[in-house]
C-alpha cells in the first residue's frame, strides 16, 4: 500500500479503458482514484488502482476495475488528487488545511513549507496540462492556474522560495497580476485577488490567455503582493510557434524577485499605497502598477494596470540627464557654495526650475504623449489615484522596482503639474517631499529580506576627504567641523562608536565594513560614464570652475587639483569609478577584488562632494556595488554634492538613525527641513535606494 499523500489521477468510473491508457501515458502517474461521477468533490469515496493494474486488464471501462476504497481530501487543478483510507468530513474545494483522527479540520505541521505554484493548462474540458518541453500554438487558448500551498508537480517553478506562515487566524488578502512581453500574449483579466489561509494550500485561480505572435522567447511575469507590497516575481519562458511543437528542454522559469524571508509575519508588513515595477521591454519600458484602487471601481480585478510606456530608453535618459543638469547648476549658486542656507530669491528660482525639470520627468512616465487611448485611460487612472492618496494621506508610500534599468531614476524630483511662474510652486508637490518612496533592486530585495540582529553599540565607519571651502574671507576646514560635530553627538549618546578614516587599503577596510551598522562616505568620488550617459559632466566641471571669480577660485586648491590632474585623459583613474579618501584613492576595480563583506548589513551612505561626476547607475558603481556586498540600503547624490550642504544633511541623517527612524521616513522630513528653514533645495539631490522600512 502506499502513502497517503502519493497523487493519484481522477478518472471516472464510465471511462473506456482506450482512452485512460492514453491518458496515463501521456501524464506519467503511478496511480489512479475511479470516481462514481466525472466531478467528484473532497471527501467522496473513491476506488484506488495501479496504473501498473490498469495496463494489465481488459475490461472495458476503468469502472469495472477492482480496488482499495479510498476518500478524496484534495482535489487539484490538474485533476490529481490526494487520499486517505478513513473517512473525512467533506470540505470546500481548495480549501483542505488537513484532518485529525476525529475527522475535524486541523492545521497542517507549523514548519509546513508553502511556495507559489504556477502551471499552464489547455483551456479544455477536461483541460490537459501543457508540458514543459511543448511550445505554445498560435491563436491557442490556455489557463495559468496560480496556488499558493505544498510544491505541486505540475507547476512551472521548481526552484520557489518558501512564503514565511502569517502569524494570524484570518486568511491574507494577496493580490496576483500577470504580464508579459509586448502582445505576443493576450489576457482575458491580469489582475486577481487570492485569499491565502492561515495555513495549508490556497484555493487556485486562473488567468486565461491566448498567444497572438510568434515568438522565440517570451517572458511572462507573475506578480504577488501583499498590502501593495511586492513579495515575489515569477517569471516563465514560452516559446510561440504556428503549430504546437517539442522543445529539446524547458525554458527558464525562476523566481527573478523575492522579499519574502524576512517577513516572518506577513500580517506586519506596511502597506504601500502604489507598487511600481519599471522593466526593460526592447527600445521601450514596461510599468506593472498594483493600486488599492481605481477611481470609483470596487472590482479587485481592475485594481493595477500593465502597461507598456511608449518612450524609449535614449529618450528617458535624456529627461533624466536633464534633471541632473539642473541640479548641478543649483549647486553652484553662490550662497549655496558659502554654507548651507540659501537666498530667498535663489529657493524660488532654484524650486522653479526644479519642478520644470520635475514635471518633464513625470510627464515622460506618466503622461507619455505616444501613448494609446488605451494607455492614456490606465496612466490617467494611475495619476488620480495618486492625486486621491495625497490628498487624504499625510506622506502616502510608494513602492518603485528596477528590473533591468541600466540608470536610476530621480524619483525625488518628480512634479505632478506644469508650471510658468516661479510663485506658483508647491514644495510639498515634489515627490521627495510628499511620498514615503521604497526604490528597490532584485539584490537590494533580497538584502532586506533578513535584518541583522541588534548589537549594543551602533557601529559608524567609513572615510573622510579634508574638503576647505571659501567662506567669507576665509577658507573653512568643512570636514573637520563635520568630524568633531558627530563625535560630539556620538559621545552624548553613548552607545555609539564612530570610526571614520582617512585612509584604507585591502587590510583594514575588511574589519571596518563588516561591523558596521552605517558605512559613510565623506569624500570625493567619481562615477564612471555609462552607455547610456550622454552627458560630458567633467567640461561641465571644468566651465563652472571658470566662471568662478579669480580670486575665490584660488581658494579651491583641492578643485583645482583635480580638475588640472586627476581629471586628465591620460589618468587611468578617470575611466573607473573610484572614492578618494585624504590618504587614499579607492579605485572600484581594486574593491570588487578585496573580497568585502557588509556583515551586518549596513545602510551605505554615499556623501560624496566637490567632484565632477557622480551618477547613482544601477548597472555599474558604487550603488550596485554595495548591494551586492550586502547593504539593505544606499543613498546617493544625483550630481556632485557640496561639502557644506553635505556636511549638514549627513550630520541630520545620522542623528535620526541613531534615534531610530527609518531612512523612508527621515528623507521627506530632512527635504522639507532644508528647503523651508534654510532655503536650500539641494535634498531633492539625495535618492534612497532600498528598504524605506530600514532602521538601525
Same mark, same amino acid.
Given at each position: 500500500?502506499?502513502?497517503?499523500?502519493?497523487?493519484?489521477?481522477?478518472?471516472?468510473?464510465?471511462?473506456?479503458? !482506450?482512452?485512460?491508457?492514453? &491518458?496515463?501515458?501521456? =501524464?506519467?502517474?503511478?496511480?489512479?482514484?475511479?470516481?462514481?461521477?466525472?466531478?467528484?468533490?473532497?471527501?467522496?469515496?473513491?476506488?484506488?488502482?495501479?496504473?501498473?493494474?490498469?495496463?494489465?486488464?481488459?475490461?472495458? %471501462?476503468?469502472?469495472?476495475?477492482?480496488?482499495?476504497?479510498?476518500? *478524496?481530501? =484534495?482535489?487539484?487543478?490538474?485533476?490529481?488528487?490526494?487520499?486517505?483510507?478513513?473517512?473525512?468530513?467533506?470540505?470546500?474545494?481548495?480549501?483542505?488545511?488537513?484532518?485529525?483522527?476525529?475527522?475535524?479540520?486541523?492545521?497542517?505541521?507549523?514548519?509546513?513549507?508553502? %511556495?507559489?505554484?504556477?502551471?499552464?493548462?489547455?483551456?479544455?474540458?477536461?483541460?490537459?496540462?501543457?508540458?514543459?518541453?511543448?511550445?505554445?500554438?498560435?491563436?491557442?487558448?490556455?489557463?495559468?492556474?496560480?496556488?499558493?500551498?505544498?510544491?505541486?508537480?505540475?507547476?512551472?517553478?521548481?526552484? !520557489?522560495?518558501?512564503?514565511?506562515?502569517?502569524?494570524?487566524?484570518?486568511?491574507?488578502?494577496?493580490?496576483?497580476?500577470?504580464?508579459? +512581453?509586448?502582445?505576443?500574449? %493576450?489576457?482575458?483579466?491580469?489582475?486577481?485577488?487570492?485569499?491565502?489561509?492561515?495555513?495549508?494550500?490556497?484555493?487556485? &485561480?486562473?488567468?486565461?490567455?491566448?498567444?497572438?505572435?510568434?515568438?522565440?522567447?517570451?517572458?511572462?511575469?507573475?506578480?504577488?503582493?501583499?498590502?501593495?507590497?511586492?513579495?515575489?516575481?515569477?517569471?516563465?519562458?514560452?516559446?510561440?510557434?504556428?503549430?504546437?511543437?517539442?522543445?529539446?528542454?524547458?525554458?527558464?522559469?525562476?523566481?527573478?524577485?523575492?522579499?519574502?524571508?524576512?517577513?516572518?509575519?506577513?500580517?506586519?508588513?506596511?502597506? +504601500?499605497?502604489?507598487?511600481?515595477?519599471?522593466?526593460?521591454?526592447?527600445?521601450?519600458?514596461?510599468?506593472?502598477?498594483?493600486?488599492?484602487?481605481?477611481?470609483?471601481?470596487?472590482?479587485?480585478?481592475?485594481?493595477?494596470?500593465?502597461?507598456?510606456?511608449?518612450?524609449?530608453?535614449?529618450?528617458?535618459?535624456?529627461?533624466?540627464?536633464?534633471?541632473?543638469?539642473?541640479?548641478?547648476?543649483?549647486?553652484?549658486?553662490?550662497?549655496?557654495?558659502?554654507?548651507?542656507?540659501?537666498?530667498?530669491?535663489?529657493?524660488?528660482?532654484?524650486?522653479?526650475?526644479?519642478?520644470?525639470?520635475?514635471?518633464?520627468?513625470?510627464?515622460?512616465?506618466?503622461?507619455?504623449?505616444?501613448?494609446?487611448?488605451?494607455?492614456?485611460?490606465? $496612466?490617467?487612472?494611475? =495619476?488620480?489615484?495618486?492625486?486621491?492618496?495625497?490628498?487624504?494621506?499625510?506622506?502616502?508610500?510608494?513602492?518603485? *522596482?528596477?528590473?533591468?534599468?541600466?540608470?536610476? %531614476?530621480?524619483?525625488?524630483?518628480?512634479?505632478?503639474?506644469?508650471?510658468?511662474?516661479?510663485?506658483?510652486?508647491?514644495?510639498?508637490?515634489?515627490?521627495?517631499?510628499?511620498?514615503?518612496?521604497? *526604490?528597490?533592486?532584485?539584490?537590494?530585495?533580497?538584502?532586506?529580506?533578513?535584518?541583522?540582529?541588534?548589537?549594543?553599540?551602533?557601529?559608524?565607519?567609513?572615510?573622510?576627504?579634508? #574638503?576647505?571651502?571659501?567662506?567669507?574671507?576665509?577658507?573653512?576646514?568643512?570636514?573637520?567641523?563635520?568630524?568633531?560635530? @558627530?563625535?560630539?553627538?556620538?559621545?552624548? =549618546?553613548?552607545?555609539?562608536?564612530?570610526?571614520?578614516?582617512?585612509?584604507?587599503?585591502?587590510?583594514?577596510?575588511?574589519?571596518?565594513?563588516?561591523?558596521?551598522?552605517?558605512?559613510?562616505?565623506?569624500?570625493?568620488?567619481?562615477?564612471?560614464?555609462?552607455?547610456?550617459?550622454?552627458?560630458?559632466?567633467?567640461?561641465?566641471?571644468?566651465?563652472?570652475?571658470?566662471?568662478?571669480?579669480?580670486?575665490?577660485?584660488?581658494?579651491?586648491?583641492? /578643485?583645482?587639483?583635480?580638475?588640472?590632474?586627476?581629471?586628465?585623459?591620460?589618468?587611468?583613474?578617470?575611466?573607473?569609478?573610484?572614492?578618494?579618501?585624504?590618504?587614499? @584613492? /579607492?579605485? $572600484?576595480?581594486?574593491?570588487?577584488?578585496?573580497? $568585502? +563583506?557588509?556583515?551586518?548589513?549596513?545602510?551605505?551612505?554615499?556623501?560624496?562632494?566637490?567632484?565632477?561626476?557622480?551618477?547613482?547607475?544601477?548597472?555599474?558603481? #558604487?550603488?550596485?556595488?554595495?548591494?551586492?556586498?550586502?547593504?539593505?540600503?544606499?543613498?546617493?547624490?544625483?550630481?556632485?554634492?557640496?561639502?557644506?550642504?553635505?556636511?549638514?544633511?549627513?550630520?541630520?541623517?545620522?542623528?535620526?538613525?541613531?534615534?531610530?527612524?527609518?531612512?523612508?521616513?527621515?528623507?521627506?522630513?530632512?527635504?522639507?527641513?532644508?528647503?523651508?528653514?534654510?532655503?536650500?533645495?539641494?535634498?531633492?539631490?539625495?535618492?534612497?535606494?532600498?528598504?524605506?522600512?530600514?532602521?538601525?
Amino acid at each position: 500500500m502506499v502513502a497517503p499523500s502519493a497523487l493519484a489521477l481522477i478518472l471516472p468510473a464510465g471511462m473506456p479503458l !482506450a482512452t485512460a491508457l492514453m &491518458i496515463v501515458n501521456q =501524464r506519467h502517474v503511478d496511480w489512479l482514484v475511479i470516481t462514481p461521477t466525472p466531478n467528484p468533490k473532497e471527501g467522496d469515496a473513491a476506488t484506488l488502482i495501479a496504473v501498473a493494474e490498469l495496463k494489465q486488464s481488459n475490461v472495458s %471501462v476503468v469502472g469495472a476495475l477492482a480496488g482499495v476504497t479510498v476518500t *478524496i481530501i =484534495r482535489i487539484f487543478p490538474d485533476r490529481t488528487a490526494h487520499w486517505q483510507s478513513d473517512p473525512v468530513v467533506p470540505k470546500h474545494t481548495d480549501d483542505y488545511r488537513g484532518t485529525d483522527e476525529t475527522g475535524t479540520v486541523a492545521p497542517p505541521p507549523t514548519n509546513q513549507l508553502r %511556495v507559489i505554484n504556477a502551471a499552464l493548462y489547455y483551456a479544455d474540458d477536461p483541460p490537459d496540462l501543457v508540458a514543459a518541453t511543448s511550445t505554445l500554438a498560435l491563436a491557442g487558448r490556455y489557463h495559468l492556474r496560480i496556488n499558493i500551498g505544498q510544491r505541486r508537480s505540475d507547476s512551472r517553478i521548481a526552484t !520557489a522560495e518558501a512564503l514565511p506562515t502569517p502569524e494570524t487566524n484570518e486568511d491574507l488578502p494577496l493580490f496576483i497580476s500577470v504580464s508579459s +512581453k509586448g502582445q505576443y500574449v %493576450v489576457f482575458d483579466a491580469p489582475m486577481h485577488h487570492l485569499s491565502l489561509p492561515p495555513s495549508g494550500d490556497s484555493q487556485t &485561480i486562473q488567468f486565461s490567455l491566448t498567444a497572438n505572435q510568434v515568438i522565440d522567447d517570451l517572458p511572462l511575469w507573475i506578480n504577488v503582493y501583499y498590502n501593495w507590497t511586492l513579495l515575489q516575481t515569477l517569471e516563465l519562458h514560452f516559446k510561440i510557434t504556428p503549430v504546437e511543437s517539442d522543445l529539446p528542454e524547458p525554458l527558464l522559469a525562476r523566481v527573478s524577485y523575492s522579499r519574502t524571508a524576512g517577513f516572518a509575519d506577513l500580517a506586519s508588513i506596511r502597506p +504601500k499605497q502604489i507598487s511600481c515595477t519599471l522593466t526593460g521591454d526592447g527600445e521601450f519600458y514596461r510599468m506593472s502598477v498594483a493600486w488599492p484602487a481605481e477611481g470609483t471601481s470596487t472590482r479587485r480585478e481592475q485594481r493595477g494596470l500593465n502597461v507598456v510606456l511608449p518612450i524609449n530608453a535614449a529618450s528617458l535618459s535624456n529627461e533624466i540627464l536633464q534633471a541632473r543638469n539642473t541640479l548641478y547648476d543649483i549647486t553652484w549658486q553662490p550662497s549655496y557654495r558659502q554654507g548651507t542656507r540659501g537666498k530667498l530669491a535663489e529657493r524660488r528660482e532654484s524650486l522653479y526650475q526644479l519642478a520644470v525639470v520635475g514635471n518633464r520627468l513625470y510627464a515622460a512616465l506618466f503622461a507619455p504623449s505616444g501613448a494609446t487611448a488605451e494607455q492614456a485611460a490606465s $496612466l490617467a487612472a494611475l =495619476r488620480a489615484w495618486l492625486e486621491t492618496i495625497s490628498a487624504e494621506q499625510s506622506l502616502p508610500a510608494l513602492q518603485i *522596482i528596477h528590473q533591468g534599468m541600466p540608470s536610476g %531614476v530621480p524619483w525625488g524630483l518628480l512634479y505632478p503639474e506644469p508650471v510658468n511662474d516661479p510663485n506658483s510652486v508647491d514644495l510639498s508637490k515634489f515627490w521627495g517631499c510628499r511620498y514615503r518612496l521604497e *526604490i528597490m533592486t532584485t539584490q537590494l530585495a533580497q538584502n532586506a529580506q533578513q535584518a541583522p540582529s541588534a548589537q549594543q553599540q551602533l557601529q559608524i565607519g567609513g572615510g573622510t576627504y579634508n #574638503f576647505r571651502v571659501p567662506i567669507a574671507d576665509s577658507v573653512v576646514d568643512v570636514t573637520q567641523q563635520h568630524r568633531a560635530a @558627530l563625535q560630539t553627538w556620538s559621545a552624548s =549618546r553613548g552607545n555609539v562608536t564612530l570610526d571614520l578614516r582617512e585612509a584604507g587599503d585591502k587590510t583594514s577596510l575588511g574589519p571596518l565594513f563588516s561591523q558596521s551598522d552605517i558605512v559613510y562616505m565623506y569624500c570625493h568620488g567619481h562615477t564612471a560614464k555609462t552607455p547610456d550617459d550622454t552627458s560630458d559632466w567633467v567640461a561641465k566641471f571644468r566651465d563652472q570652475m571658470a566662471r568662478l571669480d579669480e580670486g575665490v577660485r584660488s581658494k579651491y586648491s583641492d /578643485l583645482l587639483s583635480l580638475s588640472q590632474k586627476e581629471y586628465q585623459p591620460s589618468d587611468p583613474n578617470s575611466s573607473d569609478s573610484w572614492l578618494k579618501w585624504n590618504q587614499s @584613492l /579607492l579605485p $572600484l576595480r581594486l574593491l570588487s577584488q578585496w573580497g $568585502l +563583506k557588509l556583515e551586518r548589513k549596513p545602510l551605505v551612505i554615499l556623501n560624496m562632494c566637490e567632484s565632477a561626476q557622480v551618477l547613482p547607475t544601477l548597472s555599474s558603481g #558604487f550603488i550596485p556595488f554595495f548591494s551586492q556586498l550586502g547593504a539593505r540600503g544606499i543613498l546617493g547624490t544625483e550630481c556632485p554634492m557640496l561639502a557644506p550642504f553635505a556636511a549638514a544633511f549627513g550630520q541630520k541623517l545620522i542623528e535620526r538613525l541613531g534615534l531610530g527612524e527609518a531612512m523612508g521616513d527621515i528623507l521627506p522630513a530632512l527635504r522639507r527641513y532644508f528647503i523651508e528653514e534654510e532655503r536650500n533645495p539641494l535634498g531633492l539631490a539625495y535618492t534612497y535606494y532600498g528598504d524605506a522600512d530600514a532602521k538601525v
